[in-house]
């Protein structure tokens, strides 16, 4: 499994960001993706996660609405659509797989894989 994750960056409060995750092709077609986002002392946290051909998606109460969460099949891409980010939006944000044996809703780190090294979304009040 390979992801890479980027687009992060420092915005203002009611910005927007769009995160990119490339996926290697395999992986891509036939796992479920996601993000997590951690902060420094704290757990990862489940953002999203889009299934991997039935297109269900599954948010984070508090993002709901702000965020979106999309596959390209044309590029093995997964994306996260920010918009109207708040100062607790301010994360290292992680493009994740499911694990082949976890069950479609699960948002425990555990059930995911391939971290990688996340990119940064930073938002000032």
């Known amino acids: 499994v390979q992801l890479q994750a980027s687009g992060g960056g420092l915005v203002q409060a009611g910005d927007s960001l769009r995160l990119s995750c490339i996926a290697d092709?395999?992986?891509?077609?036939?796992?479920?993706l996601g993000w997590f986002r951690q902060v420094p002392g704290k757990e990862p946290e489940f953002v999203a996660a889009i299934a991997a051909s039935s297109g269900n998606v599954d948010y984070l109460d508090s993002v709901k609405g702000r965020f979106t969460i999309s596959r390209d099949g044309a590029r093995n891409t997964v994306y996260l659509q920010m918009n109207s980010l708040k100062p607790e939006d301010t994360a290292r944000y992680y493009c994740?797989?499911?694990?082949?044996?976890?069950?479609?809703?699960?948002?425990?780190?555990?059930?995911?894989?391939?971290w990688g090294q996340g990119t940064l979304v930073t938002v000032s009040s």
């Open positions: 994740v797989a499911k694990k082949r044996d976890a069950y479609w809703g699960t948002r425990l780190p555990f059930d995911f894989t391939s």
């Open positions: 092709g395999r992986t891509f077609s036939s796992r479920a």
